[in-house]
């Protein structure tokens, strides 16, 4: 079914989203509160759009199913940024926004304009500027290696492909991953709390008001169209709503704990679960209906739609069997209120799929194959770039391949390596690899057809021993000979024991210039805005870490910024 024919009757509307709700006269209708701008999903983008729109002078109201965060605040807190901020200034970075457009447009490709990704690009430096005016913390210390994720005491990295041969015969590699500092232990979990928080608190001290676990159900429109107001379910706030924040806490914590794939993990599910279904309880016993005026628009930014499964199933079956990253919240709700007034939207299935392998730069430095036995990565990319070849190309299917040298030293590697990734690379080693003392027994272990393994190998050997670049450009002090004996290990997107983590990229169409969502017809629907994972952006084609953060700003910041314009503009 195309998303031309659905609504919220429609057996694959899957979204407790409702039809709009129409009303002849805004000034008629009976509102319970209002303000200038409504900002449905406080993550992000909702808290960017936020303090854009209070620095413009304009009344903001944010509700959010918790108490605001989404995926951002959960995230491990990287911010995309270069063309010189003031961060790389301080490490020494030489970067500009036109060397930050050469590499990215190798990863958006056609996605968005390129006049938006130039914008992008030389606003950046600005926007980082902005972030740390509201109080976000960054740090120069400037870790030089290629990894998924920098060491402790380390805030500025490559934490893209630019340290790949092929990228950089078209832009010079520059870092431009900024992780929020924070001081105390070190946790690659929710320290996108260290950029969230800071702007709730700015956004709290200028006049944000809140509405917590509040949920927006419909739209409210005029009868032209134009969108006016949204109608929300209110819990109301005391002993209730306490005890159902813990609930949903304590849910999300258990559900989260494992990878759904993982041994245990489907207890973990199931008692996460009964909490949640308690908290489901006390949401239909005693929400509240409120509807709130929007003077100047409303503002969808409630994330992606990564854990509405059947959602998932639908639009992007290729990453179905991929493991959920971000919140339970990601619905897709905000979408679903977009197409509920005619939206449109575009890349539903653009997922982006984690695939790491360094470190341990061992595993990288071996070789991963498909199904059929052939090579079809450099294994040293980004692990979005490679988990992105792997279920486009080769049916979600892959294989890494060692020698007891490598495996050797990938034990060594990761020993030293930060907790999660340490153990991720030992369940792999220790859990998901098999031993074969040559390689016709290896291709045996997965099915793999041994002429094509064998001639995979050759070909990289052959690379190995004449101190070549591969044929998929992986540097030459990269491509490591493997001699026998051989370890395999499983990891597919639907390996056990390695996860491969996933986030969808796809959403409602925008105005490029203004953050207004576009109907069929490509015209904007009045009052109506959209960013973050709600939108397409930025990240929507393929994903380098932090890009989405940094889109979510860029977006949000785009939609403050553009309310009173287009008011004057249509003389309304």
Known sequence: MLDTELNPSSDLWLSDVEAPQIITDPNLFKWDDQADLVIAGLGGAGIAAANEALDQGLSVIGIDKTTGGGSTAKSGGVYYAGGGTPIQKEAGIDDSPENMFNYLIQETGDIIKESTLKKFCETSAENTQWLMDNGVKFNSSYYKKKSSYPDAGYFLYHSDNSLVPSYMENAKPAARGHRGWEEGPFRPIGVGGTIYYPLKKSALKKGLRLYTQTEARSLVITETGKVVGIKVLVLPSGKIADKHKQLMSKGDSLQMLLPPSYPGASLLQFIGGLFLKRAEKIERNHRQVRYIQAKKGVCLSTGGFIFNRAMVKEYAPKYFAGMPLGTSNDQGSGIRLGQSVGGETDHMD?????????????????????????????????????????????????YLVLDAALYDEAKKQASVALPFQRDMARMLMYFNSRKKSTIGDLAKVYGIPEEGLIASLEEYNQSAQNKMPCKFGKAAEDVKELKGPFYIMDISIDSKLAPLTTLTLGGLKVNEETGEVLNLEGKEIRGLYAAGRTAVGVCSNIYVSGLSIADCIFSGRRIGQNLDIKEVKNGI
């Open 350 to 398: 653009r997922v982006t799929a984690w695939r790491f392998l360094n470190p341990p730069l061992a595993f990288a430095q071996g070789m991963v194959v498909n199904q059929a036995g052939k090579r079809f990565c450099n294994e040293m990319v980004y692990g979005a770039t490679l988990g992105d070849a792997m279920c486009e190309n080769n049916e979600g299917k892959a």
